[in-house]
């Protein structure tokens, strides 16, 4: 099962490969990394598209925001789940995040706990379908 | 007021000098002069009639004159014609030449007076008026020094406005590495947890067991690392608390009830941590305390701040102090008129007076090293303020501080 993180910092893709190592290692997910919002728009464009379940987006990014990405991905792949990963921790980014149809609302420092009780719950959800 | 009374005074003087002249005038005309025989009808009618009455008859010449109102000078002139020589050598003084000369020195007189009256009351109004411009100027002055320390006020909260606006932004960038120091410090400790199991496979040796020491060091800095990490992570927190504010919904609040529901939490916090200390807990609460409105939220922080406070300060004295000290926290509420009191007392060791000016500005601490953000009170006062409360602190070094905050009584004003 595909994760697609986006964040303009590089260090997450490092952070996520070794923190998510179990997970990683016994085949349970596989993690793709954008580092702008037009990176992940073209990673989704392609034929990988299909194959991705599940998108993780920072919000404060240069060029294209994560709600804006977070908009255009709501309208072209609606099916596809995204949650936000920000800093900004406060109401108007969580109410504009979730309005803009986010299904979580993750703040940093990430915990990872948390992350992983969610991504959990996508591959149960996803697994008896696949079956 | 005064300009009026003192105008008169000058006509009256000049009034009285008039009447002088009138009375003056005819005593300088001379006793014969009358008594001779004279052009002016009338006059022996009052020379007969003066030695009937036995006075000098140019007292009654006089008396008649100054009736008459006419200048006396008119009558000697009239006597001149008779025998001006041996007249005017005998009674020089009494010509009409001496009488214009008289008058020309008087009316300089009174042009002396006058003028010396009006410098005498240009010099009061002058007065007057420099008193008054001196009294303008102090009130001035006084507008101005409450202007300049408004100003400086002002200033002053704009600078912490521009300083909350700029501690959000930075607390947001730092918040990302800070995510990464956290992060892989914890990852970092996992990994050593993974060698450690992997190393019981191998071989034991003093090479393994040299191994073993050394990443025993490496876990013990990487705790440092994630400790002081989480830290600096707590300061971001409250920072942005700072900044953010206005959350929360302002409702009326039993305030008792959250007095002792915080002032316990408080407790039960304090004696978790390290270095818990004994606190006799003295709860003074107004049983008829009306409901409070203000936000749940931010108003607990602040009872939790204070009574942190309270027992940091007074956990420095037991280190100091052995001779039987035994900390005491009051908390208390009152209502007086359209006011509510929440006092916080303890009996630490006080704040010292140069410290009490410095107490409610931003990352001003007196907590040793770590243990203090600088941040407490700051937001405290921000929080007391948002409901128009006032704070106030009270303290004697070694005796007590005792934090006041008033806060209106919205019951009492429907």
Same mark, same amino acid.
């Given at each position: 099962?595909?994760?697609?993180?986006? @964040?303009?910092? /590089?260090?997450?893709?490092?952070?996520?490969?070794?923190?998510?190592? /179990?997970?990683?290692?016994?085949?349970?997910?596989?993690?793709?990394?954008?580092?702008?919002?037009?990176?992940?728009?073209?990673?989704?464009?392609?034929?990988?598209?299909?194959?991705?379940?599940?998108?993780?987006? @920072?919000?404060?990014?240069?060029?294209?925001?994560?709600?804006?990405?977070?908009?255009?991905?709501?309208?072209?792949?609606?099916?596809?789940?995204?949650?936000?990963?920000?800093?900004?921790? @406060?109401?108007?980014?969580?109410?504009?995040?979730?309005?803009?149809?986010?299904?979580?609302?993750?703040?940093?420092?990430?915990?990872?706990?948390?992350?992983?009780?969610?991504?959990?719950?996508?591959?149960?959800?996803?697994?008896?379908?696949?079956? | 007021?005064?300009?009026?009374?003192?105008?008169?005074?000058?006509?009256?003087?000049?009034?009285?000098?008039?009447?002088?002249?009138?009375?003056?005038?005819?005593?300088?005309?001379?006793?014969?002069?009358?008594?001779?025989?004279?052009?002016?009808? #009338?006059?022996?009618?009052?020379?007969?009639?003066?030695?009937?009455?036995?006075?000098?008859?140019? =007292?009654?010449?006089?008396?008649?004159?100054?009736?008459? #109102?006419?200048?006396?000078?008119?009558?000697?002139?009239?006597?001149?014609?008779?025998?001006?020589?041996?007249?005017?050598?005998?009674?020089?003084?009494?010509?009409?030449?001496?009488?214009?000369?008289?008058?020309?020195?008087?009316?300089?007189?009174?042009?002396?007076?006058?003028?010396? %009256? !009006?410098? %005498?009351?240009?010099?009061?109004?002058?007065?007057?008026?420099?008193?008054?411009?001196?009294? %303008?100027?102090?009130?001035?002055? !006084?507008?101005?020094?409450?202007?300049?320390?408004?100003?400086?006020?002002?200033?002053?909260?704009?600078?912490?406005?521009?300083?909350?606006?700029?501690?959000?932004?930075?607390?947001?960038?730092?918040?990302?590495?800070?995510?990464?120091?956290?992060?892989?410090?914890?990852?970092?400790?996992?990994?050593?947890?993974?060698?450690?199991?992997?190393?019981?496979?191998?071989?034991?040796?003093?090479?393994?067991?040299?191994?073993?020491?050394?990443?025993?060091?490496?876990?013990?800095?990487?705790?440092?690392?994630?400790?002081?990490?989480?830290?600096?992570?707590?300061?971001?927190?409250?920072?942005?608390? =700072?900044?953010?504010?206005?959350?929360?919904?302002?409702?009326?609040?039993?305030?008792?009830?959250?007095?002792?529901?915080?002032?316990?939490?408080?407790? =039960? #916090?304090?004696?978790?941590?390290?270095?818990?200390?004994?606190?006799?807990?003295?709860?003074?609460?107004?049983? !008829?305390?009306?409901?409070?409105?203000?936000?749940?939220?931010?108003?607990?922080?602040?009872?939790?701040?204070?009574?942190?406070?309270?027992?940091?300060?007074?956990?420095?004295?037991?280190?100091?102090?052995?001779?039987?000290?035994?900390?005491?926290?009051?908390?208390?509420?009152?209502?007086?008129?359209?006011?509510?009191?929440?006092?916080?007392?303890?009996?630490?060791?006080?704040?010292?007076?140069?410290?009490? #000016?410095?107490?409610?500005?931003?990352?001003?601490?007196?907590?040793?090293?770590?243990?203090?953000?600088?941040?407490?009170?700051?937001?405290? =006062?921000?929080?007391?303020?948002?409901?128009?409360?006032?704070?106030?602190?009270?303290?004697?070094?070694?005796?007590?501080?005792?934090?006041?905050?008033?806060?209106?009584?919205?019951?009492? !004003?429907?």
């Amino acid at each position: 099962m595909k994760f697609l993180v986006v @964040d303009d910092e /590089k260090d997450v893709e490092l952070l996520f490969q070794q923190k998510l190592r /179990k997970e990683i290692r016994n085949g349970s997910i596989e993690l793709k990394f954008a580092f702008s919002g037009n990176e992940a728009l073209e990673i989704m464009e392609k034929s990988e598209s299909e194959e991705v379940m599940y998108i993780f987006s @920072d919000i404060n990014m240069p060029g294209m925001t994560g709600l804006e990405l977070l908009d255009k991905l709501k309208a072209k792949f609606p099916q596809i789940p995204v949650s936000m990963i920000s800093a900004y921790g @406060d109401a108007e980014n969580y109410e504009k995040a979730i309005e803009l149809g986010a299904k979580e609302f993750f703040v940093k420092p990430i915990n990872f706990e948390n992350l992983k009780v969610e991504l959990n719950k996508i591959i149960e959800d996803k697994e008896p379908k696949k079956e | 007021m005064i300009t009026k009374t003192t105008t008169p005074k000058i006509v009256l003087i000049q009034r009285f000098f008039f009447l002088i002249i009138f009375f003056l005038t005819p005593f300088l005309v001379p006793v014969h002069a009358s008594a001779q025989s004279h052009p002016e009808p #009338g006059l022996p009618f009052i020379s007969t009639y003066a030695s009937k009455i036995s006075i000098a008859p140019r =007292h009654v010449w006089s008396v008649i004159q100054t009736g008459r #109102g006419t200048m006396c000078f008119v009558a000697t002139s009239g006597l001149t014609e008779l025998d001006e020589e041996t007249w005017t050598q005998n009674y020089w003084y009494a010509t009409w030449q001496a009488f214009v000369i008289y008058l020309i020195i008087l009316v300089f007189l009174m042009f002396l007076i006058n003028m010396f %009256q !009006k410098r %005498q009351l240009l010099a009061k109004v002058h007065e007057e008026n420099r008193e008054k411009e001196l009294k %303008q100027a102090r009130e001035i002055q !006084k507008a101005h020094e409450n202007l300049k320390t408004m100003q400086e006020q002002l200033i002053q909260q704009e600078k912490l406005a521009s300083l909350g606006q700029l501690t959000a932004g930075i607390a947001h960038e730092i918040k990302n590495p800070l995510n990464f120091v956290n992060n892989f410090s914890e990852l970092s400790l996992e990994y050593i947890e993974e060698i450690y199991e992997e190393m019981t496979k191998l071989e034991q040796s003093e090479i393994t067991e040299d191994i073993r020491a050394l990443l025993e060091d490496v876990k013990y800095n990487l705790q440092k690392i994630l400790q002081h990490g989480s830290r600096a992570d707590g300061i971001v927190k409250s920072m942005l608390m =700072h900044s953010r504010g206005g959350k929360g919904i302002m409702e009326l609040t039993d305030l008792n009830e959250l007095v002792k529901e915080y002032v316990n939490l408080a407790f =039960h #916090g304090m004696r978790a941590n390290k270095n818990p200390i004994n606190v006799d807990i003295q709860l003074q609460l107004d049983e !008829k305390l009306p409901k409070v409105n203000l936000n749940p939220e931010d108003f607990s922080r602040v009872i939790l701040n204070l009574c942190k406070n309270a027992f940091d300060a007074m956990r420095d004295k037991t280190i100091d102090n052995t001779t039987g000290y035994l900390p005491r926290l009051i908390v208390s509420t009152r209502e007086m008129g359209d006011k509510i009191f929440l006092e916080v007392e303890d009996n630490g060791p006080g704040i010292s007076e140069e410290n009490r #000016g410095k107490l409610l500005m931003p990352f001003f601490t007196t907590k040793k090293g770590t243990e203090g953000t600088g941040l407490g009170l700051s937001i405290t =006062h921000d929080i007391v303020k948002a409901h128009e409360g006032t704070l106030e602190i009270n303290s004697e070094v070694g005796n007590f501080t005792r934090f006041s905050i008033t806060l209106m009584n919205t019951q009492n !004003k429907d």
